[in-house]
């Protein structure tokens, strides 16, 4: 999509990919949360904003790409891709609030009696409150299996974020001079505290 509007400069947006594998009924459920930039970096310009997404192009890509697996699967996958239309700092908050969290939380822990334990959730479909109570044995089961292999990655990096980029120590030049002279400022501060723990004789001085 990026790559069509113009192929000698063959944009690159930035990737980021969250694996979950729990639904709100704490059963197996594996997904992928997709964040994709607003916009992409070109061979010879710095930074193209791209604010219409072919959402049908998105699902037909993802269908070519998993092709082995929709032979069993011939409904496809269910992409859900709506348009942001939350203020910057609001999405940032609920982002790394959802996709950083825990399989479930401890206000949908409505009671334990030292054998069972009561949970609700929303149910997907209906948005219908449910409410379960299972021994506390079967919670734990349900728990355990989303916990991820030792050295199992659950969040990837690709196009301009991925380590190692071309465009890795240019990144601060996509975002608006406004907001580039805030980051700007953040990095001196991090830039210095770090060098003034790593170096002994600075950090003496710090700590004194």
């Known amino acids: 999509m990026f790559h069509k509007q113009n192929k000698s400069e063959l944009f690159t947006p930035g990737f980021i990919l969250v ?4 639904g709100r009924d704490l059963k197996w459920n594996p997904h992928i949360h997709a964040l994709i930039s607003e916009g992409g970096a070109g061979n010879h310009t710095v930074w193209r904003p791209c604010k219409h997404f072919d959402f049908r192009f998105l699902r037909n890509s993802f269908r070519k790409v998993k092709n082995e697996m929709y032979t069993k699967h ?9 348009p942001n239309l939350c203020k910057p700092d609001v999405t940032i908050k609920y982002i790394s609030r959802y996709l950083g969290r825990p399989v479930i939380a401890s206000s949908r822990i409505d009671n334990y009696d030292g054998e069972n334990v009561t949970f609700h959730y929303n149910r997907h479909k209906d948005n219908e409150l449910i409410t379960e109570t299972i021994s506390a044995i079967d919670f734990i089961k349900k728990l355990i299996i989303h916990i991820p292999e030792k050295y199992f990655k659950m969040i990837r990096y690709y196009g301009i974020y991925a380590k190692h980029h071309r465009y ?3 990144l601060s030049l996509f975002i608006s001079k406004e907001k580039r002279r805030f980051h700007t400022s953040q990095n001196v501060w991090r830039t210095s505290i770090s060098l003034s723990f790593h170096d002994h004789s ?3 001085v710090v700590m004194k």
Do not use: D, I, M, Q
């Not at 694996?19 to 729990?22: E, K, R, S």
């Not at 011939?74 to 891709?81: D, K, M």
């Open 19 to 22: 694996l979950h594998t729990f």
């Open 74 to 82: 011939a409904e496809g996958f269910y992409v859900r891709a709506k």
């Open 168 to 170: 890795e120590g240019r």
């Open 202 to 204: 600075c950090a003496s």
